[in-house]
């Protein structure tokens, strides 16, 4: 069966949906193929932070009623090393804040919204391959045993790390940068209230911790581990004593029921370009960052709006000048996003090569940032989002 759309969209994670989002809202037409079922997508537990820009687009789409009502604004975070403990006030710092509001929760407001605008998303479709990616695009995918075509003008690969779009690029264009660390997250979600009103990130010398949450009730916690740890290894109760002992929070860190836990490695991965013909790759198809900086939902997001002003350009004023400079555009700000998610995991995670000569570089790394109006008010720039600049 053929069906033809203006454009293709592979993937219904953050950057799939608020791309459909934004075309919708420019006239223009779009199918997006999930290959898992909207029950998983909208239970999927991923990260929670969204940057100013982030809130800000979507209470412009109209998607901001819930967020508005259930997402917890923070002004500020903390951070916790060598004794210390320090906040970084981004309301005073840069007027802006971050809000903390599930992924899932963000995916479920997409869908919702998506579907009740006769928006065409074709959930449990396995993208198999795309064709003439340079001229007259089209993507092959199975639903229910049956095979289907999408003709488009344009493709997005939005189908995450694992998916067939980044694939659809020669090798011989495609150049990889990627860093594995030497560690990774174990991360819990407690029935719990939150030990404290905004983030507390700590360097500890049992390794790296943080307090977060998913909402009044629930914490959202994590400490540094070996990246090839058994989970069996990790009881509730080795789990707590970690965090008490890391986070220093004493009897402000209520222990309670774990709903659910997990280990994920700590990566660092860009594929350049980010286009190829009438190929675009956003989110995590295009690159990976390391979590501390909370980045990977909000990186998603920057591209696509680059990626739906330009198709809006071409399809109202037929100019291809922003569509040409996708890559460069969104690879240009993607960078200064790995520096700083880079520079944060570095700065708060032990390292098994580390020294005392590196443990006390960090405390003084940290100590200048937080006492240091400019490192402060550049911590602070970063961590609350930076504009894009359509500049490349």
Known sequence: MLTRTQVGIIGAGPAGLFLSHLLYREGIESVVLESHTREYIEHRVRAGVLEQNTVDLMVSMGLGGR???????????????????????FQELTGRAITVYAQQEVIKD???SRLADGGEIVFEAEALSLESVDQDPLIRYRVN?????????????????????????????LTIFERTYPFAWLGILSQTAPASEELIYANHERGFALMSMRSPEVSRLYVQCPPQEDLAEWPDE????????????????????????????????????????????????????????????????????????????????????????YSAICLRHCWKVQRFSSWMTTTLHRFPEENAFDRRRQWAELDYMTSSRAGSQAFAENYVGLDVSLDS
């Open 110 to 112: 997409l869908v919702a």
């Open 238 to 325: 080795r789990i707590w004593s970690e965090l008490h002992a890391r986070l220093g929070l004493g009897d402000q860190l209520k222990e309670g029921p774990v709903l659910q836990k997990g280990i994920a490695p700590i990566r660092s991965f860009v594929a350049e370009p980010m286009q190829f013909g009438k190929l675009f790759l956003a989110g995590d198809a295009a690159h990976i960052v390391p979590p501390t900086g909370a980045k990977g939902l909000n990186l998603a997001v920057a591209d696509v709006r680059v990626l739906a002003r330009g198709l809006a350009e071409f399809y109202s004023q037929g100019r291809r000048d922003l569509l040409d400079r």
């Open 145 to 173: 045993g049956q095979d289907h075509q999408l003709a488009c003008q344009f493709i997005a690969g939005c189908d995450g790390f694992h998916g067939i779009a980044r694939a659809a690029i020669p090798p011989s264009i």
């Open 67 to 89: 967020l508005q009502r259930e997402g917890l604004v923070h002004r500020g975070v903390e951070l916790r090393f060598g004794g210390r403990a320090r906040r970084i006030d």
